[in-house]
């Protein structure tokens, strides 16, 4: 197995853990959005805006979304094969 | 022979990442476009939903599809020069590009108007034709991974 594929795999994973992670974060803003709003709150919400302009959760989408376009140029150029 | 088909000289490699990199975006496109218009009807807040799908559509997909069609033809010109023979699978890439380029315009102009009339109809017209293009789509990246004939 070439080391370009090695690293597409590697890479692969990095992204699906990565998307995974970034995504719960925005999930726990949609959950708390519906609480909110089956509570009669529609005003807005200092806790909500916090999570939906969480740093972590933008960093690792565009973690995940950086390794997909790294498998894509590693694939084209194969770089070491 | 399959690792010599691997095998290509550098000056290929960047149009075909700009011809991948297209199609993925585009491909991403249609789909979120696809699922915003169909789903919106059901939803609490359609009016946004059917503006998420537009804009999608109009900022991602048709700059996504340009650079999609530039990367094929760049690759085209570069593998097969001015040859009149093409493959099957390049066949069947030109086939869903262009009819996807025509739906996805037309998607574009119902989806537009949707949102700025407010008719569902429309809409949902919008969404069942992205649906066809992106079938087609979808099965144009197995052609061009298979690449039969």
Redesign the interface.
Known sequence: VGRCAIAAVVLWAISIETGRRGGDVYTRANTLAKELVANGNDQPSSELRALLRDRTGLILNCVSTLA??LI??DM??KPGA | LSVLASIRPDSWNFPLFLHVLGAMVLVGAAAVGVAAELVAGRSEDPARLRRLAFRTLLLVGVPAWVAMRVGAEWIHSKEFGSSSEDPDWVGIGYTTSEGGGLFLLVSLVLSGVAVRRGRPALATAAGVIMTVALVGWLITVWAMGAKPG
């Open positions: 997909v376009l894509l140029i084209i150029w």
